[in-house]
């Protein structure tokens, strides 16, 4: 339409439009025509994009959070970060940690390091010549020194340990970038039987979804790692047939903690099926020893027969003794490195399935239930105190009467028998028990005394 025409007809809101957008494009070709003006609608652009990421991911996170129930701290105290950076001396350690020392070395990463059996299983590792990075999110379930000082004797051993928590998939996608792992040693998980009905969330955070976590992270590596993870003896719950045998019926747990294991076990076959990944689950039976978790037992039994307190020995019914297949840790230890070394590899890559893969179970057990009496009886004997008993009916807490392995699977596959008897165990406690917190006090009183 020529010009002329188009002028003379009625306006229109279209029109009015048209005739705006005249003006302005005028008024903005001035502006236009003027570096500065582009740098300031490009800056003014690039804030708007800025602002609209950073309020999605925080609303994302906020979500996140309370969907898990909680609020910005982690279940036990922890820090929740939404994302992980490294930087080059991070690299620098982890490589340097993650270096076999002997041919055909294995290259692990331990989760749970600072804890029980992953900080005997980290140095036992480390000491044959195998390369390793750990993560612990050191959570204050326990006394978070004793995990700094598990940590100190790692670091002195060349292990780094990530302080990081499993359910970070971003630390996985810049750990996996740099080190290609051979193996997974899984020990990080919310434990404790009793504690499940304190905080339940805490069990599906770590025991769940840290494991799922994990999981997706190994399935989508390059080549994918071969896993070993810490299950439980408590997945037998109230299962009655005498000695538990790995073919025994688990549906039946007792506690929370129970369930997320055993949920843990059923994921560990989804995984496998899915996507080929080699998975080895050790169901643990009540491992004690030294740098042992306190929440245990045989642990806080010393620490209060020591101070002069009363502890409570539970019984059941009819006012029948508990009995645990208490397991020495060294022996757990060589159950786990057995399971590391017989693993078989995981078979997909891009995280897609090219063939069946290794799935297995195993008891790592004593196989000689001791009474909690009896437990108490060679702790005297040991310390030389005598314990004040209070003997009370077990609480409906998630307990169940008795434990028993039969290993004769884990016999059989890993070469796997314990050697340790609950008296040399014990004793082994004790000592270390009775150096390691005459240390921790002889450092606070010099610490107290250097800060006059
Ligand atoms: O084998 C396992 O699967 C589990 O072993 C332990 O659980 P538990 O056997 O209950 O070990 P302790 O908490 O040390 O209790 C040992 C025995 O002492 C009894 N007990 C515990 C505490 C107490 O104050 N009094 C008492 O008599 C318990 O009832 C139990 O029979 C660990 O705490 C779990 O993390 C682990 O998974």
Redesign the pocket.
Known sequence: MPPSIQESFPSTPGKVKMEQGNYFSRAASRWHSTAAARLFIFSVLLLAVTVFIWFRVTAHEVLDVYSRGGTFSGSNGGTIRPGFKSDYSWEKQVRQSCSPTREGGLIVLVTGAAGFVGSHVSLALKKRGDGLVGVDNFNDYYEVSLKRARQDMLAKHGIFVIDEDINNAALWTTLFDLVQFTHIMHLAAQ???RYAMQNPGSYVNSNIAGLVTLFEACKSANPQPSIVWAS???VYGLNSKVPFSESDRTDQPASL?AATKKAGEEIAHTYNHIYGLSITGLR????YGPWG?P????F?FTRDILRGKP????QGQNNKD?A?DFTFIDDIVSGCVASLDTAGKSTGSGGKKKGAAMLRIFNLGNTSPVT?PTLVDILESHLKVKAKRNLIK?PRNG?VPF?HANVSLAQNQLNYKPTTDLDTGLKKFVNWYLKYYDVQKKLKIRFSLDNR
């Open positions: 434990a404790g039987v439980s003896s408590s903690y643990f039976f009540t491992v978790r929440d245990m037992a045989y806080s502890i409570n020995i539970y508990l645990r909690v077990m307990d434990t």
